[in-house]
């Protein structure tokens, strides 16, 4: 991959192809409450168009609610329908399997899009991980290990290695999910990025078939792969922990790398 510009790696997708957009949060829109140029800009031109997109975020640590609070903080208005997230989908999941009594590793916040659920850490029916970030202990740990060894079901809502902060990488909670698998010889569902069910979700509800949406994210591992795998075109953005993942993962090539998803115009010949 070249430095700078915009790539197309791919000469069979063309953008003539695509009217419609899934746009990953962390590393493409924002860092933390650090806004990446251009960000906003490019979302509303989407919505000035008529271009139809939805976001699809990995990110656990907080509610729906307050995520589409965070994006109108930072100059994109949004609906809640338009938002994807881990927990609102699993907590969706859960509630058609029946399930009632629910161990949640996730922060206060997170834990609001699971209202209806008997929260609790005594004989849940399923523990459910996500990121707690500092609020994670080993007695936390421990009584998920203990759970799931009676019998609960370990439910991942994503596995991301690490992500990017401002400060540079953080360990992510799929190293926490790694220890539970490992400690209880169990494996857990899947319910976020690279899981096909969830991209599928995501373009059921846009109303447009994969080959017509491209995937826009700073993560090979995640947002590349995945929706690579579902028949998505993809464009890698130059931001977030993007530079860590392509060292990581060199033989993987999106269709299109742009330095920022403020690009994103340029690239739709705007």
Do not use: C
Request: proline content about 3%; cysteine-free.
């Amino acid at each position: 991959m070249q430095n700078s510009g915009t790539d197309k790696l791919q000469v069979y997708t063309t953008m003539e192809n695509i009217v419609g957009f899934l746009i990953d949060l962390d590393g493409v829109l924002y860092i933390e409450d650090q806004t990446i140029p251009g960000g906003a800009e490019t979302v509303n031109w989407l919505r000035q168009q008529g271009i139809p997109f939805r976001f699809l975020t990995n990110t656990t640590m907080h509610s729906r609610d307050s995520l589409v609070a965070k994006l109108s903080r930072f100059g994109v208005q949004t609906e809640s329908g338009e938002m994807f997230s881990t927990a609102v989908v699993a907590a969706k999941w859960l509630a058609d399997k029946g399930v009632s009594r629910v161990q949640l590793l996730l922060t206060e916040d997170a834990q609001k899009d699971f209202a209806g659920f008997e929260i609790t850490d005594s004989q849940p029916e399923v523990v459910v991980v996500g990121d707690l970030g500092a609020q994670f202990t080993f007695d936390i740990l421990n009584s998920a290990f203990l759970a799931v060894k009676a019998g609960a079901q370990l439910v991942a809502l994503q596995k991301g290695r690490y992500w990017q902060k401002k400060s540079g990488l953080a360990m992510d909670a799929g190293a926490l999910v790694a220890a539970l698998e490992y400690a209880t010889e169990t494996k857990a569902e899947l319910i976020g990025k690279p899981n096909r069910a969830y991209f599928d979700m995501a373009l059921m509800d846009i109303g447009l078939e994969p080959s017509q949406v491209a995937m826009i994210g700073d993560s090979i591992d995640t947002d590349i792969v995945g929706a690579q795998a579902v028949g998505m075109p993809t464009i890698l953005v130059r931001t977030g922990k993007f530079q860590f993942d392509v060292d990581a993962n060199p033989s993987v090539e999106p269709d299109w790398t742009i330095d920022s998803i403020a690009d994103l115009p340029g690239l739709l010949g705007a």
